[in-house]
C-alpha cells in the first residue's frame, strides 16, 4: 500500500463527507465549491537507519491539502486538530502545518485551503518486507 492511500483511507473514515483524492482531483469535479475535497500526495520517500551496509528503515511523507467548500459550518481548527490526532494514532507525525488561505485565482467565490504535512517512519518488516 502506498502512504497516500493510508492516509485517504484515514481522512475517509473521519470525515465520510469529503471527498478525498490520491495524486490528483479529477477533472470533472475539481471545480465543486460545495464539496470539501482533500488531495494527498507524496512528499518524501527516503530511506535510512543504515546498519551492516544496508538500510533498515524508510521515511515516508505525505501533504494534505484541504480546499474546504464554500458552505462550511464547522470549526476549521477543530477540524484539524481532530484531523492531526487521527493521524497521531496511526504513528504519523504532524511536521508542518501552513496558514489558511484563499484560492485567488477564483475571481467570483474563494474557497479556503489549508495545508499539512505528515511523516512517518517504518521499519522495512512494518510494510511487509522480509527479505
Known sequence: MRPVDEVVGIIADIFPDWQV????IPPEVIDDKNATQVLITESVSDVGNYADDTFNMIELGVRIQIFYSLDFDRSMLVTEV???????KEHWRVT???????????????????????NKTTTLMEIGYDG
Request: proline share 3%.
Open 82 to 88: 481532530q484531523l492531526m490526532k487521527e493521524l497521531e
Open 96 to 118: 508542518d502545518s501552513q496558514p489558511h488561505y484563499l484560492d485567488l485565482s477564483q475571481t467570483d467565490e474563494q474557497q479556503t485551503i489549508k495545508n499539512i504535512e505528515v
Open 21 to 24: 483524492y490520491s495524486d490528483s
